[in-house]
Nanobody
Framework: QVQLVESGGGLVQPGGSLRLSCAAS????????MDWYRQAPGKQRELVAA???????NYADSVKDRFTISRDNAKRTVYLEMNSLKPEDTAVYYC??????????????WGQGTQVTVSS
């Protein structure tokens, strides 16, 4: 079974920074793109950033130039560096990925979510 465990959320003032981490564990043969989504109260979950196994990254327009996604394939970990945070960035942030297990079974997994609150 493949699991994703996130960490790094918290309370930060507007203009501040946070770094989220998400580590994959289990019987993993390959990991495909790794993504960060977020869901604010009363809103749909939205894609924030994605990074391929080769390191190509894409961002939502709302976070471009403020957030940076990166990954360490050896550690099976994806990061989200968030700078110049705004109150509208407040949400639960979820990590997501797909891939193959060592038994050649496809998986599609989500992390448990980590709360990010931007407030003075």
């Amino acid at each position: 079974q493949v699991q994703l465990v996130e960490s790094g959320g918290g309370l930060v003032q507007p203009g501040g920074s946070l770094r989220l981490s998400c580590a994959a564990s289990g019987s993993i043969f390959t990991l495909n793109a790794m993504d960060w989504y977020r869901q604010a109260p009363g809103k749909q979950r939205e894609l924030v950033a994605a990074i391929t196994s080769g390191g190509s990254a894409n961002y939502a327009d709302s976070v471009k130039d403020r957030f940076t996604i990166s990954r360490d394939n050896a550690k099976r970990t994806v990061y989200l560096e968030m700078n110049s945070l705004k109150p509208e960035d407040t949400a639960v942030y979820y990590c997501h990925t797909t891939g193959l297990t060592r038994a050649w079974q496809r998986f599609d997994v989500w992390g448990q979510g980590t709360q990010v609150t931007v407030s003075s």
